[in-house]
C-alpha cells in the first residue's frame, strides 16, 4: 500500500471539500457547519479535526456562546486543489462526486457554463490559457461571502484542466 499524502486525503471526502468552501469567505463552527450541511455536530466536528489536523483550516475566533467556548474555523488562504500533482484519481473521484451533487441543486433555468473537452494546443497557448483560469479562480474566491449573505447566489463550481499523456501515439 502506497503513502498517500495527509493533504489529498483529506481533500478526498465530498463534505470536506464542501466545508471548505463554506468556510473560504468567513469563520464558522462546527454547529454552523452542520446546519448548513444537514449533517450532525458531531460529523461535522470529525471532518472539522481533520481539515485542522492537516492544516487546511485555521482557528479564526473563539467566543462565548450559550455558556460554553465557540471556535469557528476558515479556510486556509491559498489553492491546496491546484497544486495537487499525486494522487488526482482520488481527487478527480471526489471532484466528480461533489460534481454530481451540485448538478442535481442547479437552479432550474439557470445559466451557466459546461465544458468537457479534450483539446491540442501549443504550450504557449496552454500556458496562457492555465493562468487565466486560476486568475478566475481566485477572483471569484474573492468574491465569495458567507452563505446565505442577502444579495448573493450559491454557486457551483468545479474545475479541472491539465496536459494528458499523449496514449495514441503510434508505435515505431
Known amino acids: 500500500m502506497t503513502d498517500t499524502d495527509p493533504v489529498l486525503r483529506a481533500l478526498a471526502h465530498p463534505l470536506r471539500l464542501r466545508m471548505l468552501s463554506l468556510m473560504w469567505p468567513g469563520p464558522m463552527s462546527a454547529a454552523e457547519l452542520a446546519r448548513e450541511l444537514?449533517?450532525?455536530?458531531?460529523?461535522?466536528?470529525?471532518?472539522?479535526?481533520?481539515?485542522?489536523?492537516?492544516?487546511?483550516?485555521?482557528?479564526?475566533?473563539?467566543?462565548?456562546?450559550?455558556?460554553?467556548?465557540?471556535?469557528?474555523?476558515?479556510?486556509?488562504?491559498?489553492t491546496p486543489?491546484?497544486?495537487?500533482?499525486?494522487?488526482?484519481?482520488?481527487?478527480?473521484?471526489?471532484?466528480?462526486?461533489?460534481?454530481?451533487?451540485?448538478?442535481?441543486?442547479?437552479?432550474?433555468?439557470?445559466?451557466?457554463?459546461?465544458?468537457?473537452?479534450e483539446l491540442w494546443v501549443d504550450?504557449?497557448?496552454?500556458?496562457?490559457?492555465?493562468?487565466?483560469l486560476a486568475d478566475l479562480a481566485t477572483e471569484l474566491h474573492e468574491a465569495a461571502r458567507p452563505p446565505h449573505t442577502p444579495d448573493t447566489i450559491p454557486l457551483g463550481v468545479s474545475m479541472m484542466a491539465f496536459p494528458l499523456r499523449d496514449v495514441t501515439r503510434p508505435q515505431k
Open 38 to 78: 444537514d449533517v450532525s455536530h458531531a460529523l461535522a466536528s470529525q471532518h472539522l479535526r481533520r481539515l485542522a489536523a492537516v492544516g487546511l483550516v485555521e482557528l479564526a475566533e473563539e467566543r462565548t456562546r450559550r455558556g460554553g467556548r465557540e471556535r469557528r474555523y476558515l479556510t486556509v488562504q491559498g
Open 81 to 117: 486543489l491546484s497544486d495537487q500533482h499525486d494522487g488526482t484519481p482520488m481527487l478527480a473521484e471526489t471532484m466528480a462526486n461533489t460534481l454530481r451533487e451540485r448538478a442535481g441543486r442547479r437552479a432550474e433555468g439557470s445559466e451557466g457554463v459546461t465544458v468537457d473537452a
Open 123 to 132: 504550450p504557449q497557448t496552454w500556458e496562457n490559457i492555465r493562468s487565466r
